[in-house]
T-cell receptor
Framework: KNEVEQSPQNLTAQEGEFITINCSYS?????LHWLQQHPGGGIVSLFM???GKKKHGRLIATINIQEKHSSLHITASHPRDSAVYIC???????????FGQGTRLTINP | EAGVAQSPRYKIIEKRQSVAFWCNPI?????LYWYQQILGQGPKLLIQ????????DSQLPKDRFSAERLKGVDSTLKIQPAKLEDSAVYLC????????????????FGPGTRLTVL
């Protein structure tokens, strides 16, 4: 079992739908990251959070430390949101990121 | 602000050949990371530098992979000799600072080098 598990692995939705991507991790962390990877492109950091909720535009990230679970939400989804969304965690004193396998999101017009 | 630069963007070699990748991090960033991303998987850290020193190379296959950051700025990652299973995207990232007592700083990623080993 991977330390970081994401679900679903693939998600296809229609433009305008509310999107939720989930991330679970197995050990205590110092921070959780959500990143976006477009086909052929590099990776962009969306959020880094250690508690509560963060919002940026149509994107919302939440984390429940007790449940070891985080969600990434996209409101009013758009075809340009189509990408791979990756969850990653870091641990206190060991600053490398441990990545989930990613969720491939496709938003159809 | 210029981002993380990597070259080449694509490389095709035959197994047992050697290959080198180059990364120039964002100016002033002390920490540099090399990741390997196999198709369909999340990135895996190969090596992390703090200035010109190695912080973590526990997942670097040291029999064939080597990396250096001699002046604490740009870095090279080498594979010698390459195997078929080395086919992947090699990502370089940098962050401003790192402290053992603090949470991870935001990492900025380069576009990656896609390596195909035939």
């Amino acid at each position: 079992k991977n330390e970081v598990e994401q679900s679903p692995q693939n998600l296809t939705a229609q433009e305008g739908e509310f999107i939720t991507i989930n991330c679970s991790y197995s050990v205590g962390i110092s921070a959780l990251h959500w990143l976006q990877q477009h086909p052929g492109g590099g990776i962009v950091s969306l959020f880094m959070l250690s508690s509560g909720k963060k919002k940026h535009g149509r994107l919302i990230a939440t984390i429940n430390i007790q449940e070891k679970h985080s969600s990434l939400h996209i409101t009013a989804s758009h075809p340009r949101d189509s990408a791979v969304y990756i969850c990653a965690v870091s641990h206190q004193g060991a600053q490398k990121l441990v990545f989930g396998q990613g969720t491939r999101l496709t938003i159809n017009p | 602000e210029a981002g993380v630069a990597q070259s080449p963007r694509y490389k095709i070699i035959e197994k047992r050949q050697s290959v080198a990748f180059w990364c120039n991090p964002i100016s002033g960033h002390a920490t540099l990371y090399w990741y390997q991303q196999i198709l369909g998987q999340g990135p895996k850290l190969l090596i992390q530098f703090q200035n010109n020193g190695v912080v973590d190379d526990s997942q670097l296959p040291k029999d064939r992979f080597s990396a250096e950051r001699l002046k604490g700025v740009d870095s090279t990652l080498k594979i010698q000799p390459a195997k078929l299973e080395d086919s992947a995207v090699y990502l370089c990232a940098s962050s401003l600072r790192w402290s053992a007592s603090s949470s991870t700083d935001t990492q900025y990623f380069g576009p990656g080098t896609r390596l195909t080993v035939l």
